[in-house]
């Protein structure tokens, strides 16, 4: 049996762990254990079930679960109510109950369409999270956000739902392309940037690590990233205060991802240039030092990251962020940083401050 690591999520009664390590996609007890009927629908995408679906059915039916699967079409450009439906079709079609739950075994993308559906389908069915890239396992599969895109915002129609259970299995990871572990990295590095200093020192003298594939390195990294994640989640579950520091990056990287089409720049690269873009508003507000920027696009360049936005014109970056699901009374909010660890929120930055940034992406010089 896998040594792995577990934590828990505190919400009273709605409270769960999540475990982490190598090996747990053959942990199905760890699954049954939080289902309330021994039945399963697996959802996942034409990449990653020919990598690990067999294996894992196999070790659901040895705890006892009898399941069945959804393969949907991998990509950010499928989450929408079209590819949403052919999660609720099957369901229909299988006659799924109230107590059949719904398993994610996939990135973000599943993660956050089968969570939606399993919110809303009859009301509301349980949620098991199995995230196979580090972005996931580090961010999306815990917290309970669950959405789809529209064309105009990302994440704009979704819900707070949250998991039974979260396994994140360290293994999948070897099978992950580089760009998608560097994607990964850039919510590893916002945990530090946003609340945890000594995180961000940690990274600074380990990402060669976490780039190699190191699994001690990215298991700790995955660690610490959630254990961060939890305690906001735990204060704020449905981001009425804190947890909105966790969109450090992403007010801006929604509009890339929006204004360049969801799926050319995959999500990690767009936070990346993002927290680039608000450390830069930061330091122009005479919030941080030039230090403490160079070190933050020092950090996302050495994970391979980009550190500029594409160059959509700050007219349109408004136009888009004006859709961010942090606007309010009409203002947009922006997360921004008071120092290495200090994030916070305001609506209060200078129009043209937004603006001067904003045209210098796409240049080259920092």
């Known amino acids: 049996m896998s040594a792995h690591a ?102 973000g993308v ?11 389908y009859q009301r509301g069915v349980p949620f098991v999270q199995i995230p196979t890239t580090l972005l996931s396992q580090v961010d999306s599969s815990v917290g309970g956000k669950t959405a789809i895109n529209h064309p105009l915002g990302k994440n704009m129609i979704g819900a707070f739902y949250q998991p039974r259970v979260v396994i994140a299995d360290t293994d999948t990871l070897k099978t992950l392309p580089a760009r998608e572990l560097s994607a990964g990295l850039a919510e590893v590095i916002k945990y530090g940037l946003i609340g945890d200093a000594p995180f961000f020192e940690w990274l600074e003298a380990n990402i060669d690590r976490l780039l190699a594939g190191e699994a001690s390195a990215l298991t700790y990294a995955i660690e610490q990233s959630c254990r961060n994640k939890a305690v906001v989640v735990a204060a704020d579950e449905r981001e009425q205060g804190v947890r909105a520091h966790l969109n450090f990056g992403h007010t801006f990287g929604h509009a890339i991802e929006a204004g360049l089409g969801f799926g050319v720049w995959l999500h990690g690269e767009a936070v990346a240039a993002g927290m680039a873009i608000a450390a830069r508003v930061s330091r122009r507000m005479g919030l941080v030092d030039d230090q403490l920027v160079k070190r933050t ?17 700050a007219g349109r970056y408004l136009q888009l962020m004006g859709h961010d699901k942090k606007v309010e009374g009409g203002r947009t909010r922006f997360v921004l940083l008071r120092g290495l660890g200090e994030a916070f929120v305001t609506a209060d930055v200078p129009q043209e401050t937004l603006q001067l940034v904003l045209e210098g992406e796409g240049v080259d010089a920092a």
Request: proline share 5%; hydrophobic share 45%.
């Open 297 to 313: 696009l020092s950090l996302l360049e050495r994970a391979q990251l980009p550190v500029r936005g594409p160059a959509l014109g």
């Open 6 to 107: 577990t934590l828990e999520v505190r919400l009273e009664d709605r409270s769960y762990p999540i475990h982490i390590g190598p090996g747990l996609l053959g942990r199905g007890d760890l699954v049954s254990a939080h289902l309330p009927q021994k039945k399963a629908v697996i959802v996942t995408n034409s990449t990653v079930a020919p990598l690990y679906l067999d294996a894992f059915r196999e070790s659901l039916a040895r705890a006892g679960v009898g399941n069945e699967v959804v393969i949907l079409p991998d990509g950010e450009d499928h989450k929408d109510w079209q590819t949403l439906n052919r999660i609720f079709d099957a369901l229909l079609a299988r006659n799924a109950e109230r107590k059949t739950a719904l398993i994610a075994l996939g990135g």
């Open 110 to 120: 599943i993660g956050d369409m089968t969570g939606f559906a399993a919110a809303t």
